[in-house]
C-alpha cells in the first residue's frame, strides 16, 4: 500500500510518498481503506512544524472509506460498511479528560493520508448515508469543532444570532450548522467576492473587516446590540472584535488561531458585557454520530474547494496557505 509520511524536523519538503505492506487487523481493531481525505489548519501546523512529530508520521486527521477487514472481536462493523475517522479516537462521550485527548488522528498518531488503517473499532463512526467520500471526509475536524460549538457549548435555537469568521472549513460548517438550527447568521471575510459566496450560502448578513476594521462594533449596531454568539476562528487578530460583537451575557467560543495565538484581553469589557469565553478542540464520538445524523436529515451538503490526488498533499498544502480557497480542500487516495 502507499501512504504519505511526514519525516522530522518537518516542512512541506519533508512528505514522502512511500509503500509498505497492508497491515492485519488484531482484536477489536478493523482495516479500512481510506479514500478520501481534507485538510484543515491543525494539519497545517502539524506538516510545517509548528506542532513538532518525533517521529515519522502519517498526518492527515480526516478521512473517510470502507472498512476492509474486521479483526475478533468486532461486532459493530461488517467488511462494506462506509466510516469516517475521529480526531480523538479515545474521546467517545462527556467532557474532555487528559486521557481522551492525548492521542490525536495525524499528530500523535499515524492519520489517513494513507491507503489503509488499522484503528480501534471504537475510532470511526458512520457516514452520512448518500454522501461521497470527499464530502464525507470535511466532517470530522472542522465541521464537528463547528457542531460542538454551536450544539453543545452554546445550545443555539432558532431565532438566536450567530458569528461565523472566515470562509474556512470550520467557518462554513458552521453557517450551515447555524441555518439548520433557525439561526440567524452574520459573517465576515475580507473579499467581497468570498462574501458573495457567503450570502449564496446562506449568510444573512456579511461584513468586509479590511474594509472595516470595527467590524465587532458593526455586528453589534446591525444586530441591536450584538449577537448572542460567537464563533471566533482568528485569536490573536480577531478576539477582541469577537468580544465586541457579543451581546451582554452572549457566548464567544474559540475554534480556532488563524491570526496567532498571543492574545490580549480587556477584562473590563469582557466583565462588563458578562461575556461566557470558553475555547473548545474538536468534539467527541456521540457529538459526531449526532451531527452526521442532522447532516442526513438537513439536505445540507459541505462545500467543497479544489481536490488533489495523495500524492500532491504537499502542493494541496501550499493551495491552502495561499487562502485562496473557499470551503474544504479535498485529498483523493487511490
Given at each position: 500500500?502507499?501512504?504519505?509520511?511526514?519525516?522530522?524536523p518537518a516542512g512541506l519538503d519533508a512528505l514522502r510518498l512511500q509503500h509498505c505492506a497492508i497491515p492485519e487487523p488484531g482484536p477489536g481493531q478493523v482495516r479500512v481503506r481510506w479514500h478520501a481525505s481534507s485538510l484543515n489548519f491543525h494539519d497545517f501546523c502539524v506538516v510545517t512544524g509548528v506542532l513538532p512529530v518525533a517521529s515519522p508520521r502519517v498526518p492527515l486527521s480526516d478521512g473517510a472509506g470502507v472498512v476492509d477487514a474486521v479483526?475478533?472481536?468486532?461486532?459493530?462493523?461488517?467488511?462494506?460498511?462506509?466510516?469516517?475517522?475521529?480526531?480523538?479516537?479515545?474521546?467517545?462521550?462527556?467532557?474532555?479528560?487528559?486521557?481522551?485527548?492525548?492521542?490525536?488522528?495525524?499528530?500523535?498518531?499515524?492519520?489517513?493520508?494513507?491507503?489503509?488503517?488499522?484503528?480501534?473499532?471504537?475510532?470511526?463512526?458512520?457516514?452520512?448515508?448518500?454522501?461521497?467520500?470527499?464530502?464525507?471526509?470535511?466532517?470530522?475536524?472542522?465541521?464537528?469543532?463547528?457542531?460542538?460549538?454551536?450544539?453543545?457549548?452554546?445550545?443555539?435555537?432558532?431565532?438566536?444570532?450567530?458569528?461565523?469568521?472566515?470562509?474556512?472549513?470550520?467557518?462554513?460548517?458552521?453557517?450551515?450548522?447555524?441555518?439548520?438550527?433557525?439561526?440567524?447568521?452574520?459573517?465576515?471575510?475580507?473579499?467581497?467576492?468570498?462574501?458573495?459566496?457567503?450570502?449564496?450560502?446562506?449568510?444573512?448578513?456579511?461584513?468586509?473587516?479590511?474594509?472595516?476594521?470595527?467590524?465587532?462594533?458593526?455586528?453589534?449596531?446591525?444586530?441591536?446590540?450584538?449577537?448572542?454568539?460567537?464563533?471566533?476562528?482568528?485569536?490573536?487578530?480577531?478576539?477582541?472584535?469577537?468580544?465586541?460583537?457579543?451581546?451582554?451575557?452572549?457566548?464567544?467560543?474559540?475554534?480556532?488561531?488563524?491570526?496567532?495565538?498571543?492574545?490580549?484581553?480587556?477584562?473590563?469589557?469582557?466583565?462588563?458585557?458578562?461575556?461566557?469565553?470558553?475555547?473548545?478542540a474538536v468534539g467527541h464520538r456521540r457529538e459526531q454520530i449526532e451531527m452526521v445524523r442532522a447532516f442526513e436529515r438537513s439536505g445540507v451538503r459541505p462545500v467543497l474547494d479544489r481536490s488533489f490526488a495523495l500524492e500532491?498533499?504537499?502542493?494541496?498544502?501550499?493551495?491552502?496557505?495561499?487562502?485562496?480557497?473557499?470551503?474544504?480542500?479535498?485529498?483523493?487516495?487511490?
Amino acid at each position: 500500500m502507499k501512504h504519505m509520511v511526514l519525516h522530522p524536523p518537518a516542512g512541506l519538503d519533508a512528505l514522502r510518498l512511500q509503500h509498505c505492506a497492508i497491515p492485519e487487523p488484531g482484536p477489536g481493531q478493523v482495516r479500512v481503506r481510506w479514500h478520501a481525505s481534507s485538510l484543515n489548519f491543525h494539519d497545517f501546523c502539524v506538516v510545517t512544524g509548528v506542532l513538532p512529530v518525533a517521529s515519522p508520521r502519517v498526518p492527515l486527521s480526516d478521512g473517510a472509506g470502507v472498512v476492509d477487514a474486521v479483526g475478533p472481536g468486532v461486532d459493530d462493523w461488517k467488511v462494506g460498511d462506509r466510516v469516517l475517522s475521529l480526531f480523538f479516537p479515545k474521546w467517545h462521550e462527556g467532557p474532555p479528560r487528559v486521557s481522551h485527548v492525548r492521542q490525536m488522528t495525524g499528530d500523535t498518531i499515524d492519520g489517513c493520508a494513507a491507503q489503509y488503517s488499522v484503528v480501534d473499532a471504537a475510532a470511526l463512526t458512520p457516514m452520512p448515508s448518500g454522501w461521497s467520500f470527499a464530502e464525507a471526509a470535511t466532517l470530522p475536524c472542522a465541521a464537528l469543532t463547528s457542531w460542538r460549538a454551536l450544539m453543545s457549548v452554546c445550545r443555539v435555537k432558532p431565532g438566536d444570532r450567530v458569528l461565523v469568521e472566515g470562509t474556512g472549513g470550520m467557518a462554513l460548517a458552521a453557517l450551515q450548522i447555524a441555518k439548520m438550527a433557525g439561526a440567524e447568521v452574520y459573517a465576515t471575510s475580507s473579499s467581497d467576492v468570498k462574501l458573495e459566496r457567503l450570502r449564496a450560502i446562506g449568510a444573512d448578513h456579511v461584513i468586509n473587516y479590511r474594509e472595516d476594521p470595527e467590524w465587532g462594533a458593526t455586528v453589534a449596531r446591525l444586530s441591536g446590540g450584538g449577537v448572542e454568539h460567537v464563533l471566533d476562528s482568528g485569536g490573536r487578530a480577531t478576539l477582541a472584535q469577537s468580544i465586541r460583537a457579543a451581546a451582554v451575557g452572549g457566548n464567544v467560543v474559540v475554534i480556532g488561531v488563524l491570526g496567532g495565538v498571543d492574545v490580549q484581553l480587556d477584562l473590563l469589557a469582557l466583565i462588563g458585557a458578562q461575556v461566557r469565553l470558553q475555547a473548545i478542540a474538536v468534539g467527541h464520538r456521540r457529538e459526531q454520530i449526532e451531527m452526521v445524523r442532522a447532516f442526513e436529515r438537513s439536505g445540507v451538503r459541505p462545500v467543497l474547494d479544489r481536490s488533489f490526488a495523495l500524492e500532491a498533499l504537499a502542493h494541496a498544502f501550499r493551495y491552502q496557505a495561499s487562502g485562496r480557497h473557499v470551503g474544504k480542500i479535498i485529498v483523493e487516495i487511490e
